[in-house]
DNA sequence: ACCTTTCGAGATAACGTTATCTCAGCTTGG
DNA sequence: CCAAGCTGAGATAACGTTATCTCGAAAGGT
């Protein structure tokens, strides 16, 4: 910058303001910069100006796996771009440790906020960061322990809209296969499902399987469920990746069997019949986010907020299977 | 900083010594600068310490998007973190103007090096980037016009192996149904796809398909494929979206044509048959950009390169299916 | 003609780090 | 016992920006 002024004649100052389109400078001498700037091959260093301003217009994504579908980050990145602020993404890969890793390397790197999938149930490391101004929004999980806003599905009444669709159908005995239960949103949807079928007077016995999505657990899962003297006569799955496993299981049966699982996608109209699903508003929920954030950056005493966006159940097919004799 | 060193009694030096671990400090001393750090709530910021140290660690990610699945972009996250260096990614939505932005963003903020996924023919703004010392690679698709670092896939290889493969089991009529050839790879396939024809002394006429990903186009492929005086017995794909879409349209008649799909992907053993696949070697691809970057980074003036990563036939059946009477 | 306002542009001081240089106080070897 | 080396720590100057203050000159009002 300082070359560009020397070459142009002119101060430093007016370099940075020719930069920045301020209007106080004369035409004659914005054009000798602009020349200057271009002959020269100044680019502008943004790590300066952010060290300067105090803010970096950039957000980060904590996320599980970046390389995995995950509609919500697709959400956040949109509703961020429409702001005006830059989203940079990271992934945990489900690692305690490398979330801390990658969280904290953002706030060293004074990222205006951070969009986080919280993993775990340890975040203490998040109490200094938050005492020191980190604005953090958290996605899909909360952040256990800590009053931090953050954005869920309606995990418990996607798992009842489900359980009372197959009841309505004339289902009786309803089999969950789900997640680890370490997992929050597991968790919190095999809760749900337990005080469905108590509800209904049902017992558990062979109907709840949830543990590691590992293919020999569902193998076992699909055949426990599915065997023994009053076998499941419908499923329901815990989310996308267990809905491919159950099917991938099931084999020729899964046109017996109805079945609902929870998280929309692409391969939901791909099969015979096509996917029931519970479907996340996974857009809501990105755009929540950002919003929330965006409150939080703007003025950081804003009243902590927990927000649940509602799901929805998509009829396609798979649920709709009547119970066998 | 200042604070804590005031705080501490010592040189603003000695705090900054603390930090970065240099042992040319006292015991004593960090003692007391560790305990002022801790009661002032103190941060070290990147900012500046990259502005003073020329570099930041970070490479930047610039693909397709963020929330699809991408496998090279798992590859190149783990590559980075082995080699102590931070990805941080951002989608292009498959759009030059946004590409340019996202990639102009992350040359003002001095990222170390750049993982491009190069969108459309004209990357012309990159040339006065790369005349100021970024070092970029690109993946999945060459920076056209450009002498640059890159890493491909095999794609030609590919397809002619997927040819062979259905000829040698008795297949005539083979019909390709591809993505938009405006795009690097969907040429690429094309292309070895009509030399592969001509060179067995067919003809193209209803065999080649390609496009845009769209539902009506693909349904009139595959219609087009299939009927006729002559039909295909055997199709093959462009890639893993246009696998899962052909699926959808063969429906019932997928289990009588042979079919054979670009990339692999989770989806392939969902089905019966599973699908036979050409999967492109995405931990190589990755940490061969990985590789490559950080030696360019090294030295600027490393000989540029252009890497072509084999590609596999996976053999599990769909591509085994025998022709129809 | 003189005072006040406005406007364009420069000087200087931050922002929060680290590298370099300096220096005082020790050791150590002859 | 002193010069030479080592060692721990401080002072100062960058890195590349922008905000604030200042100032000269032109314009406008009485």
Do not use: K, W
């Not at 256990?144 to 309505?168: F, K």
């Amino acid at each position: 910058m300082v070359d560009v002024a020397r070459e142009a004649g002119v101060a430093l100052r007016t370099v940075s303001r020719v930069v920045n389109q301020d209007s106080t400078v004369g035409p004659e001498l914005v054009q000798r910069v602009r020349t200057a700037i271009a002959t020269l091959g100044y680019r502008p260093d943004e790590r300066a100006r952010h060290l300067r301003l105090g803010v970096t217009g950039t957000l980060g994504a904590a996320v599980r796996q970046l390389s995995h579908v995950n509609p919500v980050l697709r959400a956040v990145e949109r509703a961020a771009r429409a702001a005006d602020l830059m989203v940079l993404a990271a992934s945990t890969e489900d690692d305690e440790t490398l979330e801390r890793h990658v969280v904290e390397s953002m706030c060293r790197r004074r990222f205006d906020g951070i969009v986080l999938e919280p993993i775990g149930d340890d975040h203490g490391y998040l109490v200094p960061e938050l005492e020191a101004g980190l604005s953090l929004v958290a996605v899909d999980r909360p952040v256990l322990g800590l009053d931090v806003d953050c954005v869920l599905s309606d995990n418990r009444s996607g798992i009842e809209t489900a359980y009372r669709h197959l009841v309505r159908h004339g289902h009786d005995r309803i089999a969950y296969i789900g997640d680890d239960e370490r997992i929050y949103t597991a968790r919190e949807r095999a809760r749900a499902f337990r005080e469905c079928v108590t509800a209904h007077g049902g017992t558990l016995d062979t109907m709840l399987h949830t543990g590691q999505v590992e293919s020999g657990r569902i193998r076992e899962a699909v055949r426990a469920a599915l065997g023994g003297p009053a076998p499941a006569t419908a499923i329901v799955t815990g989310n996308a990746q267990l809905s491919v496993e159950v099917l991938r299981h099931l084999g020729t049966d899964a046109v017996d069997v109805a079945l609902i699982g929870f998280d929309d996608s692409e391969l939901a109209t791909l099969l015979r019949p096509d996917l029931t699903v519970i479907a996340q508003d996974t857009d809501a929920i990105g755009s929540t986010a950002i919003d929330m954030l965006r409150a939080r950056i703007a003025d950081p005493a804003t009243e902590v907020r927990q927000v649940t966006v509602p799901v929805e159940l998509i009829v396609r097919g798979s649920g709709e299977v009547p119970p066998g004799p």
